[in-house]
């Protein structure tokens, strides 16, 4: 079996969308529906707007920990990165866990997204 979607709530999808959409790009996923992206794996990343009010955990509440994806590269890594910061926005600072390298990337609700190497 293989992943077939993940959708993720925020608390405000018209901030989150440029975001994502940079991102998502940048990582060989294309947009297919307003608020969908895809990539040739058949993958698919849903954006949906959080319901408010909703507690923590909840069922239309925002969240999940957090989303990594593997760049084949460090030059791919690195293309990532700086293409989030040609579109304006925070790169943080490259992380060395063992063998991995990794950027925890902050969407606008702070879930954090890593982009990893694996030496």
Excluded: C
């Excluded at 990594?68 to 700086?82: I, K, N, Q, S």
């Amino acid at each position: 079996m293989k992943l077939d979607h993940l959708v993720i709530l925020v608390r405000d999808l018209n901030a989150s969308l440029p975001w994502y959409e940079v991102l998502l790009g940048l990582l060989g996923f294309a947009k297919t529906r307003d608020h969908v992206w895809g990539n040739e794996d058949g993958t698919y990343i849903d954006l949906k707007q959080a319901e408010a009010d909703t507690s923590d955990y909840g069922r239309y509440a925002p969240g999940l920990n957090h989303l990594g994806f593997t760049a084949p590269t460090m030059a791919e890594l690195h293309h990532v990165r700086d293409g989030m910061a040609a579109a304006g926005l925070e790169v943080p600072e490259l992380q060395q866990l063992g063998n991995i390298t990794a950027t925890f990337f902050k969407d606008p609700d702070g879930m954090r997204l890593e982009v990893s190497h694996y030496a």
